[in-house]
């Protein structure tokens, strides 16, 4: 209880001000510091325009926040589905190098491969290719448009 | 841990159950959170660098699958190769442009020396000498320029 009276008390202020007027060896025992006061951070989401570019959100050039944007709703038409163990030849993710489990989160490329999902989309963001076959998706998804 | 030493520590791992040939990481050199590696690399048999000892050094951001690794010849013994420059900066596409999350340091490794083993005549590249004088220090900051995949 000691301990939350003086955190709150207005003292801590002088006490961040550094020792200048304090003599250290008069100072009571050090108590345990009270957590950084919380700080509603406007984080910035980060995007990577181009592979090895990484930016904040408001940092974008306008023809990036467009390629982005479109970037983002390629990738949401890509399938995605659960692990569910049928498919004997995707056994982990070459991403994270993790064995799929039951009711991960999975999304398939044209190609066939499959990822996590969480995996995949970081990478599609920064490159629109298979990590596996370096087949590009989005002239994958073409033909999967044009022959469907 | 975070995502990157995940993957690293899967990756040291399966490195140290089943080393490939001529490639062996330094377990010494080995940072705490992973994010430098060194690799001891042997000159194939049957090659120009056959009985010479190399070794890599490898950095990982935290952005590492995404971030392709830095990867540079450190130490005395620095290969001489078309595609090798004298201050160790390897000119190899899948250590930039060309890199993918599903490469990994043994996937590397391999390439470098598969890259080693078909030089057919030990040489500097052409633009080492003001290369060497005029480059960053972190290879990845170099714009290659892949010019000749013969050698």
Known sequence: MGNCFKSSSNDDISLLRGNDHHDPALEPAPFVEPPPPYRPQQRMPIFHPSPGVSRPANQLTEDEQIKIAQRLGLINHLPTGKYDGTNKKAKECVICMNEFVFGDELRYLPCMHCYHRECIDDWLMRSFTCPSCMEPVDAALLTTYQTS | ?151
């Open chain 2, 1 to 151: 841990m975070t995502s990157m030493e995940k993957r690293l520590q899967k990756e040291l791992q399966a490195m140290t159950k089943d080393p490939p040939v001529g490639v062996k990481v330094n377990m010494e050199s080995l940072s705490s959170n992973l994010s430098e590696w060194v690799v001891d690399i042997d000159g194939a048999t049957g090659t120009l660098y056959e009985g010479e000892k190399f070794q890599l050094g490898f950095k990982f951001t935290p952005r590492y699958p995404f971030d392709s690794p830095q990867v540079m010849f450190i130490g005395r013994n620095i290969p001489v190769h078309p595609h090798i420059y004298s201050n160790g900066h390897i000119c190899l596409s899948i250590l930039t442009e060309d890199w993918s999350p599903a490469l990994s340091v043994q996937s590397v490794c391999l390439s470098i020396v598969s890259m080693l083993s078909s030089c057919k005549e030990k040489k500097l590249p052409p633009d080492n000498a003001i290369y060497v004088r005029t480059c960053s220090k972190d290879p990845k900051k170099t714009r290659w320029w892949y010019h000749d995949n013969s050698v």
